[in-house]
């Protein structure tokens, strides 16, 4: 379990996608959140000093779940802060990494981050995710967007059988799970590293049953 900083560090600094330039794009992105946050409340003040922990490990552990070669375009709905979208733009910068965010001042910061890390490959759209074209995509995130149900029913039409879904859920991960109905689906959840009592809805989904 990742419980610190320093831990979280150590952490990303294994991943085979960690070379010097994806960890200095994470520190950058650190000192960004942290001026923006005091122009707009984009996560909780008391996080800032475990942003490592609470929000970039947070992030990052999705990337064992891919392989490298399935994981562009990579859908992340309500990106918000950035997390894990930005995080996964920053360590995979070849990967087109499609950011969704509907608040406008969000979109804003998003796309000067985006800008100020160099990701040339990601992207911000800047819409409700009900009226964003219907493009397929290898994978689909989200952190905090809406429930599993009224999740997959919104952004279903952008997932193919080959996508990986994964949902980091909190604590509700299994009682989500449990919610799942009209889907044929292989969801599992996986213990989060950051937090022992979160959870990551992992899986694909194959079509509406009947259909």
Known sequence: MIETEDQARSWIAQLPEADADA????????ALLAEENQRQNLVA???LPMV????????????????????????????G???PGLVIAALRPECEVIMVESRARRVEWLERARIALGLEHARVVGS?????????????????????DRLVALSARFSTSDTIWLLPKGRSA??????????QHMFHVEQSLTDPEAGIIVGSLARKKGK
């Open 81 to 83: 802060a950035g997390f």
């Open 174 to 183: 299994r009682q989500e799970l449990d919610l799942i109905r009209g889907w």
């Open 128 to 148: 409700r995710l009900e009226q964003m074209e219907t493009v397929p995509v290898q994978v689909i995130s989200a952190r905090a967007f809406a429930p599993l």
């Open 23 to 30: 960890i200095e794009r994470l520190d950058r992105l650190a």
């Open 45 to 47: 003040a008391a996080s």
């Open 52 to 79: 490592w922990q609470r929000h970039i490990a947070d992030s990052a552990q999705l990337l064992p779940h891919v392989p490298r070669a399935r994981s562009s375009p990579w859908l992340d709905l309500g990106t």
